[in-house]
């Protein structure tokens, strides 16, 4: 349930972003700001805490052995989950994820996932037995808006703090030496922009009383090499095609600015 | 079919607490108020390696009929762990452990709290611990105390609470995840630092009546230094002395 938004709000945040202005001040392709913090939590392989104006996420990247997936029996498993956790806004609920957060979950996961960002066969370790599962959870902890690209932006960043234990393979059986840690096998980098439909206009990183307004929204996930890895449109209203093509343009121009905010590696 | 070799394999030497604190000793606390922009009233804390953050919400409509009370607000608590928050990943959402936990900071704050003052609603406590070492429960209470101040709820008093319990056998303030693991007994505690009156007990382990007591001496000692710093954090945020 979002909430109800005052028809005078509407207007008067409509009527500016159709004047090329936005109520908090920013351009239309302008990021609120970021910040980004690795390695925060020690009991976590990696972690991240990430904030976009007032949102706020906490990831951690966890790692167990287990077994593969029975269709896929060479390679390592990850898999994504998100927490809106009931103090990040009044009207979340505490319980079993919702479509909202299994949606965010998912577009986060895809983008990960099919930008080969993590390199999966390097984490097999005995073929069609024993894996590593690698585990990135999300804890959302204040919702401003846009938390889509906080996600994609946070998770990449953790995934790439993580230090996992070194295992290797001896008569069958694994071995796991936790005091020689490594970094996870990763191919690339992937991030993720937001764009939300108001009026006539296209607009970056929506706030939350954008979100409440805009007519449909936009996420695109770009890898570090420019190609477009993931997309998901959300919102109850249609979008045209050029509308697309522009989004996908302003989207591989400002995810550069994101990738700024990752370690450098 | 898996072998483990750990680094973490602690070795406490005789009476001597393994990262060198004092038997009547802290650890490291750090209280924050007002560190989240959504909730009413927010506090994060960390203690020694525990990472707490606390959130409020309320005095609020309670949309729930058959638990609201025609005379007073209800003041509930989650109490939650983040997967990422202990050696091995926890599942998400709640498990038995930390719905007790939920219950008895529930218990353990509202006394405090003028619920009279607000009929029909409820107050919404979230404790979420980002990172676990050994007396999350306390801390979640500690900041819990914190977040509703912040969110201007009128209260008695600010509850406050600390553990206490026996380790190498000797009794001590504090206990750290090790401690708490292999020692004999622990013994948490939340009291209203004005009265001294108890809000929360727990007790776990093996102790005679006077190490009991000397426990839960400890532990108000404990209480009434963190009181301090639950006080501080609220004049940081909002001055005056």
Redesign the interface.
């Known amino acids: 349930m979002q909430p109800i938004v005052p028809e005078i709000t509407r207007e008067s945040v409509t009527n500016l972003i159709n004047e090329g202005k936005r109520a908090d001040g920013r351009k239309l392709d302008q990021y609120r700001e970021i910040s980004l913090e690795t390695g925060v939590i020690k009991k976590a392989e990696g972690s991240a805490r990430v904030k976009i104006g007032n949102t706020q996420i906490m990831i951690g990247v966890k790692s167990q052995i287990g077994d593969p997936f029975p269709d896929t029996p060479n390679v390592g498993v990850f898999m994504t989950n998100s927490e809106l956790l009931p103090m990040a806004a009044p009207n979340f609920e505490p319980g079993p994820p919702d479509e909202r957060s299994v949606e965010l979950s998912r577009v986060t996961d895809r983008g990960i996932r099919e930008g080969k960002i993590i390199d999966l066969k390097k984490l097999a370790l005995i073929p069609g037995k024993k894996v590593w599962m690698i585990f990135i959870d999300m804890h959302i902890l204040d919702y401003d808006g846009n938390l889509l690209d906080a996600a994609a932006l946070g998770a990449m960043a953790a995934l790439m703090d993580a230090k996992i234990p070194t295992a290797t393979v001896k008569d069958d059986e694994v071995v796991v030496d936790h005091e020689n840690m490594q970094p996870l096998p990763l191919n690339e980098k992937t991030v993720m922009c937001t764009l939300a439909k108001i009026g006539n206009n296209l607009v970056l990183d929506p706030s939350l009383e954008e979100e409440g307004i805009m007519r449909a929204r936009i996420s695109i996930g770009v890898r570090s090499d420019g190609a477009i890895c993931s997309m998901q449109k959300g919102g109850e209203r249609p979008f045209e095609k050029e509308e697309i093509l522009k989004a996908i343009d302003m989207a591989q121009e400002k995810t550069k600015e994101l990738f700024e905010y990752l370690p450098k590696a | 079919?898996?072998?483990?070799?750990?680094?973490?394999d602690l070795e406490a030497k005789n009476s001597e607490r393994p990262d060198g604190r004092a038997y009547n000793e802290l650890r490291p606390l750090k209280i924050e108020a007002g560190v989240?922009?959504?909730?009413d009233g927010?506090a994060y804390l960390e203690f020694g390696?525990n990472?707490v953050?606390?959130?409020v919400?309320g005095p609020?409509e309670f949309h729930i009929r058959r638990f609201l009370k025609p005379n007073m607000a209800v003041l509930r608590c989650?109490y939650?762990m983040?997967?990422?928050?202990?050696?091995?990943?926890k599942r998400?959402?709640?498990d038995r452990r930390s719905l007790e936990i939920s219950k008895l900071t529930s218990e353990a704050l509202s006394p405090a709290v003028f619920l009279e003052k607000f009929p029909r609603s409820s107050i919404?406590v979230?404790i979420?611990v980002?990172?676990?070492?050994g007396g999350t429960r306390c801390a979640g209470i500690t900041a819990a105390s914190v977040a509703l101040a912040d969110a201007g709820i009128p209260m008695r008093d600010m509850v406050v609470a600390c553990a206490a319990g026996k380790a190498n056998g000797q009794v001590i303030m504090d206990l750290s995840e090790w401690e708490d693991k292999e020692g004999e007994a622990d013994v948490p505690v939340a009291i209203m630092p004005r009265t001294g009156e108890i809000t929360l007990l727990q007790m776990d382990g093996q102790l005679t009546k006077d190490e009991f007591e000397q426990a839960l001496d400890l532990a108000k000692e404990g209480c009434m230094k963190i009181s301090e710093e639950q006080k501080k954090a609220i004049k940081n945020r909002y001055g005056g002395d």
């Open positions: 079919m898996i072998t483990i070799i750990t680094n973490r989240l922009e959504r909730a927010s390696d990472k953050l606390a959130a919400y609020r989650r939650n983040a997967p990422f928050s202990v050696e091995d990943r998400p959402g709640p919404d979230f979420e980002l990172q676990a070492e």
